[in-house]
């Protein structure tokens, strides 16, 4: 069994895989890569299953050092990684020989970038799941960012060498977005034509204190009719949530399960990928769409990761 | 096709659909969403992925490649007379015993103040009641339970801490429950508790429909408690 070994951590870097759905009951949310997208694509150059483990890296990468090598893929955004100094590519897979580091820095696009690997990071599963939960310390390894020093197994797998690289129009099918689209919100009717047009009219700012949990967003304030105290009911992941201050939050992977604020709104599913991009002061702007396309839109962006020509060797 | 009054169906996202028994806070409509969870927990719906049970309504998410709103609502409208017809299990009491005010409540005297009472009065209040463990939420672990006495009611606090200890036991309008983890918290708090309320290996020490009492203990009791779980 190789081994990883984090020679930096970076600003925040998590072990995640796809998440643990089915906990709601117990108050755990799922949690799991922030761009699921770019995980699954990571693992499927490396012949991984779609949902092995691999390293988040938020902001500004670290560096890592390969004892015995591997086989890596670096998908999401750039943070312009080297190879002992020779730049490495994102959506291809990358040969590591024994002894090599690989080192990231700041960001040059979005907010993530994923670190897999062959055969998957191994940890002890919490609930099924390798994924990080940060706020209640749960899952990973430990239950918290990486540090300095921290060795993380990796899965058994003969390693085997094959150039693979995601195909570029796939990619320009997958690009971020800034235009999040959404469905209407479960209390969308407590908000006066006039705030939704503050809403879907003017860009939002991304807060600096936004995380896994939760995008914070700013901008021109979004109020409710008063109508009193919600029952907390439940959220699910990438409701857009407005409290009394009518500056809105999405929540996020490791959401809170259940909620009392009004939602205006919801992040469709197939820009979930794009949230988990977004860096403190982007500005987005939501863009409502109906049920039925939202679905349509997770059809055809299954049907492409499902295409032969995805891959190319 | 039987439908039940009151019932609501609501989609919530492209991948989520809200039942709503209700409105309001009932112990009636709380059955409701226990039983159809449990129902749903005994009889899987393929492609269905999670659930978050709330007060009166119950958040299904499902897998919208294999199920469309309708189709669910459709299968759920079947599956909502047998979920009525299910006897649910006696629930489970469980005792949490608290060390009240000092060091591991200090809102105690604050509610005590606010409510015109002694700090003895709220401890006796608070640990005389039965609680419902309505829903888990928040974060894993946490238990909503309900309700607290009338003489208890106080609001959130203004500014919410940043960490609040984990075992520390709050009250918040009609609430009350027991942070599991340390977590940010607006919750006033009047005591903790030395059991862990979520442990990795074992999952959530409560569990929805439970019935919940709170066991006043000495700062010693804590003391040696606190030691004897963490040798277990």
Redesign the interface.
Same mark, same amino acid.
């Given at each position: 069994m190789s081994a990883i070994e984090v020679v930096t951590p970076g600003l925040l870097t998590t072990v995640q895989d796809l998440g643990r759905?089915?906990?709601?009951?117990?108050?755990?949310s799922?949690s799991g890569a922030a761009d699921a997208m770019a995980l699954r694509l990571g693992n499927r150059l490396l012949g991984n299953a779609e949902g092995a483990a691999g390293l988040e890296m938020t902001l500004l990468g670290g560096t890592f050092l390969f004892p015995e090598g591997g086989v890596i893929a670096l998908t999401g955004s750039d943070f312009g990684a080297t190879l002992d100094e020779n730049p490495v590519g994102l959506w291809r897979s990358t040969e590591v020989r024994a002894g090599q580091r690989l080192r990231s820095g700041p960001t040059k696009s979005g907010a993530r970038c994923y670190l897999c690997v062959q055969g998957g990071v191994a940890v002890k599963p919490?609930?099924g799941s390798a994924s990080t939960?940060l706020?209640?310390?749960?899952g990973g390894l430990e239950?918290r960012a990486l540090r300095k020093g921290d060795v993380l197994s990796v899965g058994a797998s003969e390693p085997i060498f094959r150039k693979r690289t995601v195909a570029v129009r796939a990619l320009q099918r997958l690009t971020p977005r800034k235009v999040l689209r959404v =469905?209407v @919100?479960?209390q969308a009717d407590w908000f006066p034509s006039a705030s939704q047009q503050l809403f879907y009219g003017n860009l939002h700012r991304v807060r600096e204190d936004s995380n896994r949990m939760g995008l914070r967003l700013e901008g021109l304030p979004v109020t409710a009719r008063t109508r009193g105290e919600m029952? =907390?009911? @439940?959220?699910?992941?990438?409701?857009v949530q407005v409290p009394e201050s009518g500056q809105a939050i999405i929540s996020f992977v490791e959401q809170?399960?259940?909620g009392g604020y009004p939602?205006i709104a919801?992040?469709?599913?197939v820009d979930f990928a794009s949230v988990g991009q977004l860096r403190p002061r982007d500005e987005v702007r939501f863009e409502r769409v109906a049920?039925a396309e939202?679905?349509a839109l997770?059809?055809e962006r299954?049907k492409l990761l499902a295409s032969e020509d995805l891959i190319l060797e | 096709m039987p439908t039940s009054p009151g019932v609501r169906f609501?989609?919530?996202?492209?991948?989520?659909l809200?039942i709503?028994f209700g409105?309001?806070?009932a112990q009636e409509s709380h059955e409701q969403v226990a039983k159809l969870?449990r129902f749903l927990e005994l009889e899987p719906i393929p492609g269905v992925?999670?659930?978050?049970?709330?007060?009166?309504?119950?958040?299904i998410?499902f897998d919208?490649?294999r199920l469309?709103?309708a189709e669910l609502e459709a299968v759920l409208r079947r599956h909502l007379e047998g979920a009525k017809q299910l006897r649910l299990p006696e629930p489970r009491k469980v005792e949490i015993p608290v060390c009240y005010g000092g060091e591991y409540g200090p809102d105690l005297n604050d509610v005590a103040a606010l409510r015109g009472a002694k700090t003895e009065t709220v401890i006796e209040l608070h640990a005389a009641t039965q609680y419902v463990v309505y829903?888990?939420?928040?974060?894993?672990?946490?238990?909503?339970l309900g309700e607290l006495p009338d003489g208890l009611i106080t609001p959130r606090l203004a500014t919410p801490r940043r960490s609040v200890p984990p075992g520390s036991v709050g009250i918040a309008g009609r609430q009350t429950g027991v942070y599991p983890?340390?977590?940010p918290g607006g919750w006033r708090l009047i005591g903790r508790t030395p059991v862990a309320m979520?442990r990795?290996d074992s999952?959530?020490r409560l569990?929805?429909g439970d019935r919940v009492r709170f066991v006043p203990i000495s700062g010693d009791r804590f003391a040696a408690m606190e030691k004897e779980q963490a040798r277990a």
């Open positions: 759905e089915g906990f709601g009951p117990m108050g755990v799922a919490f609930l939960h706020l209640s310390g749960l239950g =469905t @919100g479960m029952i =907390t009911e @439940g959220i699910s992941l990438g409701a809170q399960t259940t939602v919801n992040v469709i599913s049920m939202a679905r997770l059809i299954e | 609501l989609p919530a996202s492209d991948r989520a809200l709503s409105d309001e806070i969870l992925r999670n659930f978050h049970p709330a007060y009166s309504s119950l958040l998410t919208a490649l469309t709103h829903f888990l939420g928040f974060v894993p672990g946490f238990a909503y983890l340390p977590t979520f990795p999952g959530s569990a929805i």
